[in-house]
């Protein structure tokens, strides 16, 4: 039997959506497996709990695992989990929506199906939940939605209805899937349109749209429903409605702090805003390393079809059949080269090419396509282009992780394009002599065949650390800097770039080559620090006793960063004390007689759970988060702290326990309290906020330890969220500011004679390391992948040098200062 694995950002969206599609087997169904939200409080979701869940499903899916992805992040944490895993199932991912494709992926596989046909039903049960929808003017204010006309939401239908808007937060991710899920099961048609804003939704059973209508709290929002089951859709959508759509309902004056446009701007579609990345004005490293050899420039890039000519009528239904076949030749195209990656050193690659060749058969996009030939004369090639360059730009206005992904519908375009002129698809180049490989931005799919190679090294002028294609590069190992010199660099000239610092140097000196060259750093063997002898604790950050187990078998010193998550993320009721217990144990017995910290549930923002109600909040990151969750639903903190104690009982670890999200010295008193009436010690909290860092004295005073996350003390020092891409300049651990406050919480540990860990992303960077062993932190929490590296960094050092990087770099003017100061103060 084939099994499912569902990744998605919202545990509440993941779970409705499997528990709507599990009825129709009654019971009956494959073995499935849920890996919903991210374990580090940041946007998506968890490469290593998508792995776990999928080697969990494959010990009884005999036949292999579908595996769904909502959007953005949750895709690549889907593609980068292959590698991770340890099983050896066949594994697939699809793009096949979660409600529809897993209602006929679980019917298909509880009948037997195949791999390949259960992945054929879900993607044949896709309705346009990918396709861009616009505000259906005539001057073009925004893509036209697929299976109906631009009007089709305010046409009158066979039954119409109005409801209000009583959710808290609106239509949010967890009410649309809700509403999908159940209109999806009615043979109707339901258009909404949103009577505030105007904009309209022409299928409502596409989650994806919903998320577009914009409905807040006490909007007014008409549906149409036409077709078999018009009246019995209606009536759904109001009593589902009248419950909030699952969530409950509240009084709309609630939400008055942020209201709607003016009444008189209610009938006028409002365009999407755009938002343009900001300028890389200076080069960011996004994977660590350093690569030597000749640039090559990826190809120039498909031109722009032109836009005059028009199709004569009487051609346009022969023009218009042309598009399919060419999304279709495409997708063959791309699957034909994954099903050549048969080196499990290239499943990554393998998985991202069969991910864009699922976005090649999503119909709806060729539909649009085809549409703009028959109605308006657009020649196939123009009409491709505006259509999926209209849904790229959608994409991007949103911002953050999805405006990355814009690269991707790119990407297609230029294959689709391509085979509509004859033209070549853009590829990688092939030649045997190592390269770094040079363009403003390059697709994904090309990305994972980088590993194919002889690629050393990546250099392109937009992206992020979160962009598909720096993940992808970073899995494969290779070097990657994202610099406003790459248009600059010329083909075949000499080029050494450093991932770590971002430094392109031109035709480097033989010495410089002669140190990139050097040997790959020495395994970790159990014990850092300095070469002087300060010790400084090497730790490990885990979720899950997959995680610790790999940590385990790279020698970190214990656990610097266990994160709970995964025992409360994917629930509709807070766990009981013997579920925590099963979910702990399997960490705690990886290390025995080691340091195991253990961080309390870190929930709110980003990661809301359905048993802990909390009002809506403008600004969730600055909401009720971490421990703060303790104060609107005390029990689930005792509950956990329970379990905590009786974990620590049945193991031989030594279990300590800090809280998240600790701002002032009283926090850090209840919650040392609290943890203590329990009995468990040593206790300790996370050095998140600027606050919490200034006055580290009193915090300490309070604790037994603390331990710094340095990607939310970024994060709130330079006000710079740390999912968006275009302010990664900002958000930069080496940061003056954050090395400052860092050094503020090393004092204070060093005068109390308390540790001081940062378990951050931080601690994983080798140049950084000695800075923050300098700043006065006694022991860094990272990746198992990273404990090498690390470690070979600081053996290099003396303290003294690691204090005078630390003094250097936090008196520099900016993070590219602070980088060259500390390198020169530890050459």
Same mark, same amino acid.
């Given at each position: 039997?084939?099994?499912?694995?569902?990744?998605?950002?919202?545990?509440?969206?993941?779970?409705?959506?499997?528990?709507?599609?599990?009825?129709?087997?009654?019971?009956?169904?494959?073995?499935?497996?849920?890996?919903?939200?991210?374990?580090?409080?940041?946007?998506?979701?968890? @490469?290593?709990?998508?792995?776990?869940?999928?080697?969990?499903?494959?010990?009884?899916?005999?036949? !292999?695992?579908?595996?769904?992805?909502?959007?953005?992040?949750? =895709?690549?944490?889907?593609?980068?989990?292959?590698?991770?895993?340890?099983?050896?199932?066949?594994?697939?991912?699809? *793009?096949?929506?979660?409600?529809?494709?897993?209602?006929?992926?679980?019917?298909?596989?509880?009948?037997?199906?195949?791999?390949?046909?259960?992945? %054929?039903?879900?993607?044949?049960?896709?309705?346009?939940?990918?396709?861009?929808?616009?505000?259906?003017?005539?001057?073009? &204010?925004?893509?036209?939605?697929?299976?109906?006309?631009?009007?089709?939401?305010?046409?009158?239908?066979?039954?119409?209805?109005?409801?209000?808007?009583?959710?808290?937060?609106?239509?949010?991710?967890?009410?649309?899937?809700?509403?999908?899920?159940?209109?999806?099961?009615?043979?109707?048609?339901?258009?909404?349109?949103?009577?505030?804003?105007?904009?309209?939704?022409?299928?409502?059973?596409?989650?994806?749209?919903?998320?577009?209508?914009?409905?807040?709290?006490?909007?007014?929002?008409?549906?149409?429903?036409?077709?078999?089951?018009?009246?019995?859709?209606?009536?759904?959508?109001?009593?589902?409605?009248?419950?909030?759509?699952?969530?409950?309902?509240?009084?709309?004056?609630?939400?008055?702090?942020?209201?709607?446009?003016?009444?008189? &701007?209610?009938?006028?579609?409002?365009?999407?805003?755009?938002?343009?990345?900001?300028?890389?004005?200076?080069?960011?490293?996004?994977?660590?390393?350093?690569?030597?050899?000749?640039?090559?420039?990826?190809?120039?890039?498909?031109?722009?079809?032109?836009?005059?000519?028009?199709?004569?009528?009487?051609?346009?239904?022969?023009?218009? &059949?042309?598009?399919?076949?060419?999304?279709?030749?495409?997708?063959? !195209?791309?699957?034909?080269?994954?099903?050549?990656?048969?080196?499990?050193?290239?499943?990554?690659?393998?998985?991202?090419?069969?991910?864009?060749?699922?976005?090649?058969?999503?119909?709806?996009?060729?539909?649009?396509?085809?549409?703009? =030939?028959?109605?308006?004369?657009?020649?196939?090639?123009?009409?491709?282009?505006?259509?999926?360059?209209?849904?790229?730009?959608?994409?991007?206005?949103?911002?953050?992780?999805?405006?990355?992904?814009?690269?991707?519908?790119?990407?297609?375009?230029?294959?689709? $394009?391509?085979?509509?002129?004859?033209?070549?698809?853009?590829?990688?180049?092939?030649?045997?002599?190592?390269?770094?490989?040079?363009?403003?931005?390059?697709?994904?799919?090309?990305?994972?065949?980088?590993?194919?190679?002889?690629?050393?090294?990546?250099?392109?002028?937009?992206?992020?650390?979160?962009?598909?294609?720096?993940?992808?590069?970073?899995?494969?190992?290779?070097?990657?800097?994202?610099?406003?010199?790459?248009?600059?660099? @010329?083909?075949?000239?000499?080029?050494?770039?450093?991932?770590?610092?971002?430094?392109? #140097?031109?035709?480097?000196?033989?010495?410089?080559?002669?140190?990139?060259?050097?040997?790959?750093?020495?395994?970790?063997?159990?014990?850092? !620090?300095?070469?002087?002898?300060?010790?400084?604790?090497?730790?490990?950050?885990?979720?899950?006793?997959?995680?610790?187990?790999?940590?385990?078998?790279?020698?970190?010193?214990?656990?610097?960063?266990?994160?709970?998550?995964?025992?409360?993320?994917?629930?509709?009721?807070?766990?009981?004390?013997?579920?925590?217990?099963?979910?702990?144990?399997?960490?705690?017995?990886?290390?025995?007689?080691?340091?195991?910290?253990?961080?309390?549930?870190?929930?709110?923002?980003?990661?809301?759970?359905?048993?802990?109600?909390?009002?809506?909040?403008?600004?969730?990151?600055?909401?009720?988060?971490?421990?703060?969750?303790?104060?609107?639903?005390?029990?689930?903190?005792?509950?956990?702290?329970?379990?905590?104690?009786?974990?620590?009982?049945?193991?031989?670890?030594?279990?300590?326990?800090?809280?998240? +999200?600790?701002?002032? &010295?009283?926090?850090?008193?209840?919650?040392?309290?609290?943890?203590?009436?329990?009995?468990?010690?040593?206790?300790?909290?996370?050095?998140?906020?600027?606050?919490?860092?200034?006055?580290?004295?009193?915090?300490?005073?309070?604790?037994?330890?603390?331990?710094?996350?340095?990607?939310?003390?970024?994060?709130?020092?330079? %006000?710079?969220?740390?999912?968006?891409?275009?302010?990664?300049?900002?958000?930069?651990?080496?940061?003056?500011? $954050?090395?400052?406050?860092?050094?503020?919480?090393?004092?204070?540990? %060093?005068?109390?004679?308390?540790? #001081?860990?940062?378990?951050?992303?931080?601690?994983?960077?080798?140049?950084?390391?000695?800075?923050?062993?300098?700043?006065?932190?006694?022991?860094?929490? +990272?990746?198992?992948?990273?404990?090498?590296?690390?470690?070979? *960094?600081?053996?290099?050092?003396?303290?003294?040098?690691?204090?005078?990087?630390?003094?250097?770099?936090?008196?520099?003017?900016?993070?590219?200062?602070?980088?060259?100061?500390?390198? @020169?103060?530890?050459?």
């Amino acid at each position: 039997m084939v099994g499912i694995v569902v990744v998605s950002h919202s545990a509440a969206l993941a779970t409705a959506a499997l528990e709507l599609a599990s009825q129709m087997t009654q019971g009956d169904g494959p073995p499935t497996a849920l890996a919903a939200g991210t374990a580090d409080g940041g946007l998506g979701t968890d @490469a290593t709990r998508v792995a776990d869940a999928i080697d969990e499903v494959a010990e009884s899916a005999g036949d !292999g695992v579908l595996v769904f992805a909502d959007l953005g992040s949750a =895709v690549l944490s889907a593609e980068l989990a292959l590698e991770l895993r340890v099983s050896d199932a066949p594994v697939r991912l699809t *793009s096949a929506p979660l409600v529809e494709g897993l209602v006929a992926a679980l019917v298909s596989a509880a009948a037997g199906a195949s791999l390949d046909a259960v992945a %054929a039903e879900a993607e044949g049960a896709l309705t346009p939940k990918q396709a861009h929808l616009g505000e259906g003017d005539a001057g073009g &204010a925004g893509p036209v939605p697929p299976r109906a006309e631009p009007d089709a939401a305010t046409r009158p239908g066979d039954v119409t209805a109005r409801v209000i808007i009583g959710n808290s937060a609106g239509l949010h991710a967890r009410p649309a899937a809700t509403l999908a899920g159940a209109l999806g099961t009615f043979s109707a048609t339901v258009a909404l349109r949103n009577l505030r804003t105007g904009r309209t939704v022409a299928d409502a059973a596409s989650m994806s749209s919903l998320l577009t209508l914009d409905a807040r709290l006490g909007d007014e929002v008409e549906a149409n429903a036409s077709g078999t089951d018009a009246s019995a859709a209606v009536a759904e959508f109001e009593r589902l409605a009248a419950e909030g759509f699952g969530e409950g309902v509240v009084d709309p004056a609630a939400n008055a702090a942020t209201p709607g446009p003016a009444p008189e &701007a209610a009938s006028r579609p409002v365009a999407p805003r755009r938002r343009h990345a900001r300028p890389v004005t200076r080069a960011i490293g996004v994977s660590p390393g350093i690569a030597v050899g000749e640039v090559v420039r990826l190809g120039e890039p498909i031109p722009e079809p032109g836009g005059d000519a028009v199709v004569a009528e009487a051609e346009r239904a022969s023009a218009a &059949a042309s598009v399919a076949p060419a999304f279709d030749a495409v997708r063959e !195209g791309l699957e034909r080269r994954a099903a050549q990656l048969t080196d499990p050193r290239f499943s990554e690659a393998r998985a991202v090419l069969e991910a864009t060749a699922a976005l090649a058969s999503d119909r709806a996009l060729a539909a649009q396509a085809a549409r703009r =030939v028959t109605d308006a004369g657009a020649p196939p090639a123009r009409a491709v282009w505006d259509a999926l360059g209209e849904f790229a730009e959608t994409l991007a206005a949103q911002g953050g992780a999805m405006a990355e992904r814009a690269a991707d519908v790119r990407d297609l375009r230029s294959r689709v $394009v391509a085979r509509l002129t004859g033209g070549v698809e853009p590829g990688l180049p092939e030649r045997p002599e190592p390269f770094v490989l040079v363009a403003d931005e390059f697709a994904p799919a090309d990305a994972a065949l980088l590993g194919t190679t002889a690629c050393v090294g990546v250099v392109t002028a937009s992206g992020g650390p979160t962009s598909h294609t720096s993940i992808l590069v970073r899995s494969l190992g290779l070097p990657a800097v994202v610099s406003p010199r790459a248009p600059q660099l @010329a083909e075949g000239e000499a080029v050494l770039i450093d991932g770590t610092t971002g430094e392109v #140097v031109v035709n480097p000196s033989e010495e410089r080559v002669a140190q990139a060259s050097a040997p790959a750093a020495p395994s970790f063997s159990g014990a850092g !620090g300095t070469s002087d002898g300060h010790r400084v604790e090497l730790l490990v950050n885990v979720a899950s006793g997959g995680d610790a187990e790999r940590g385990a078998a790279a020698h970190a010193e214990g656990v610097g960063l266990f994160r709970t998550e995964l025992a409360f993320i994917d629930r509709q009721t807070a766990p009981t004390v013997d579920e925590q217990v099963a979910e702990y144990r399997p960490v705690l017995a990886a290390f025995p007689g080691r340091k195991v910290v253990v961080r309390t549930l870190d929930a709110g923002s980003d990661k809301p759970l359905a048993f802990i109600e909390t009002d809506a909040e403008p600004n969730p990151a600055l909401g009720v988060r971490g421990y703060r969750t303790a104060a609107v639903a005390p029990e689930v903190l005792e509950v956990q702290l329970d379990a905590l104690a009786a974990v620590a009982q049945a193991e031989a670890a030594r279990v300590e326990v800090m809280a998240p +999200m600790i701002a002032t &010295a009283a926090e850090a008193r209840e919650f040392a309290t609290a943890a203590r009436a329990h009995g468990l010690g040593p206790v300790g909290a996370m050095i998140e906020t600027p606050s919490a860092a200034l006055t580290a004295r009193e915090v300490l005073a309070e604790l037994d330890f603390v331990s710094i996350g340095t990607n939310d003390l970024a994060q709130y020092t330079l %006000a710079a969220d740390r999912e968006l891409a275009e302010l990664a300049e900002l958000n930069d651990p080496w940061q003056p500011a $954050v090395l400052r406050l860092i050094g503020l919480v090393g004092v204070a540990g %060093a005068e109390a004679g308390k540790p #001081v860990g940062v378990c951050g992303e931080a601690a994983s960077d080798p140049g950084l390391a000695p800075v923050l062993v300098g700043l006065g932190v006694t022991s860094l929490s +990272m990746s198992a992948r990273a404990l090498d590296q690390v470690a070979a *960094s600081l053996a290099r050092v003396t303290f003294a040098q690691c204090a005078a990087a630390a003094s250097a770099a936090s008196a520099a003017a900016d993070p590219f200062a602070a980088r060259e100061a500390a390198a @020169a103060a530890l050459a």
